[in-house]
């Protein structure tokens, strides 16, 4: 019963506690949100201050005896709304909730949560950018330009491309907001070049489209995961604490709650009462399943994910070439600062084109304990904002000892090693060389033409 004081009731113990008992509730599962995950699950000292370059970026410089002549970056969008299916089956579990709210309330203090918990979100939002997501995308912009000064600096050329989703095109002017007036573009609204032949090359690519996206049987292992006993006891546990028949809950039902914590977390950085719903244990099962529709959609399941992003692979190596031949001729560099923004489903496939981040054994839907130390797990891959960057550097070779062409990569502001040297600075040469089949075997318009005859096995991807 709640304590009085001079005639004023004051909350119950538990009342005051709830605030903290939800954030600690969060806490534990923001690692595990998947493509949902707030840029800064990868990068925590953002948290503390959004400008900041991080303690690594100190030690990623290189000799001053090398100069960069150009900065190629790939960024998906800035943190969005939940998209309108989302949003639908969202409204679906809220409306069930609310027509048992009598009944619940006494039995069932977390489904009465819920019901009173304010359905904020339209249809209308559909996966638009946020306002957090411009401000990803304009802190981005600064800390790149912290980090590469000479490249960032006043009247240098900026080409700016984006997919024609809204959320991209909205995160390209917020990057280019990001950087100032500094740049030789006539004023902060500059055009973006609307690209979705690499930004969306999944789209326009036949095979793709018919043999996996369009495809339910691709999904198989998914939805196996679905039924399967991890999802199962979740399922269970998530109905016993709405009060709701199991029949009524489903994974879709299920993830959709999971996500709402994600989002709310996301877009208006609190605790939202669906987290309390989840247990950490709970949120790697739900990661896991989001990342097996990742790795069967997106990455290595089939082969045509990766071998469809080589449009986009070339176009960036076509320009790091342009970049070497300028230099050679001692021309200015005409394309300094290239910066296109697209999305997870961008990032995923180029990564795993290149060989990144693959495990020794498929994630499928009966290997989920083994799968637990997995190097797939897209939040830490392609959260919102994320950003692959290729730097090339021209060196002098007298006082460096090192080849005259430089480059390295950095995912999510991180330098990665590459596979061919396990080091974080390569010979461009030498890296041209480790994906020579890729650069001058891999043709789009081949790969993505759809097979002769009839086919219907996956297995033939």
């Known amino acids: 019963m709640a304590s009085r004081r001079a005639g004023v009731a004051l909350p119950s113990a538990a009342f005051l506690l709830l605030p903290l008992l939800l954030a600690m509730a969060s806490a534990g599962l923001n690692g595990y949100f998947g493509t949902k ?73 977390a489904a ?79 055009e973006v070049e609307v690209n979705d032949s690499l930004m969306r090359f999944f789209d326009h690519c036949a095979k793709f489209v018919a043999l996996v996206e369009e495809n339910d049987t691709a999904m198989c292992q998914v939805n196996a995961f679905k039924e399967g006993p991890e999802m199962r006891k979740v399922l269970e546990k998530v109905a016993s604490a709405l009060c709701l028949p199991v029949e009524e809950l489903n994974a879709d039902l299920v993830q959709v709650a999971f996500l709402t914590c994600s989002y709310e977390l996301a877009i208006k950085n609190v605790t939202s009462p669906w987290c309390s719903l989840f247990s950490e244990e709970d949120a790697k099962v739900l990661e896991y399943l989001n990342d097996l529709k990742q790795y069967w959609k997106r990455g290595y399941g089939y082969d045509i994910n990766s071998r469809s992003s080589c449009i986009l692979f070339q176009d960036i190596f076509q320009h790091l070439d342009k970049a070497v031949e300028d230099s050679k001729s001692s021309k200015p560099i005409s394309s300094p600062l290239i910066v296109q923004v697209g999305h997870a489903e961008t990032l995923q496939p180029l990564l795993a084109l290149m060989g990144f981040f693959k495990d020794d054994e498929p994630l499928k839907a009966n290997n989920y304990v083994r799968q637990t130390h997995r190097k797939f797990r897209s939040g830490r891959i392609v959260p919102y904002a994320a950003n692959l960057v290729f730097v090339l550097y021209h060196c002098d070779q007298v006082k460096t000892s090192k080849e005259e062409y430089q480059v390295q990569m950095l995912l999510n502001e991180k330098l990665m090693p590459f596979h061919h040297s396990n080091e974080t600075i390569s010979a461009y040469a030498d890296l041209k060389d480790y994906y020579k089949d890729i650069l001058e075997n891999c043709h789009f318009k081949e790969e993505c033409e759809l097979p002769k005859v009839n086919i219907t096995a996956i297995d033939e991807l």
């Open 112 to 190: 009465a949560d819920l019901a009173a918990w304010q359905m904020w979100y339209e249809e209308s939002l559909d996966g638009r950018l946020a306002p957090q997501g411009r401000r990803d995308m304009e802190h981005l912009a600064r800390r790149l330009a912290a980090r590469f000064p000479a490249l960032f600096a006043a009247r240098r050329r900026l080409e700016l491309a984006s997919s024609s989703k809204h959320r991209c095109l909205q995160s390209s002017a917020a990057f280019r907001r990001g950087l100032g007036p500094s740049l030789s573009l006539g004023s902060d609204e500059v």
């Open 37 to 109: 995950s707030r840029y800064e699950e990868v990068n925590p000292h953002l948290v503390g201050d959004p400008l900041s370059l991080g303690p690594a970026a100190a030690g990623s410089r290189l000799p001053a005896a090398c100069a960069p002549l150009q900065l190629r970056a790939v960024l998906r969008h800035g943190t969005r709304y939940p998209t309108a299916g989302q949003i639908r089956r969202l409204g679906e579990l809220h409306a069930r909730l609310l027509r048992r709210r009598a009944a619940a309330a006494a039995a069932c203090p």
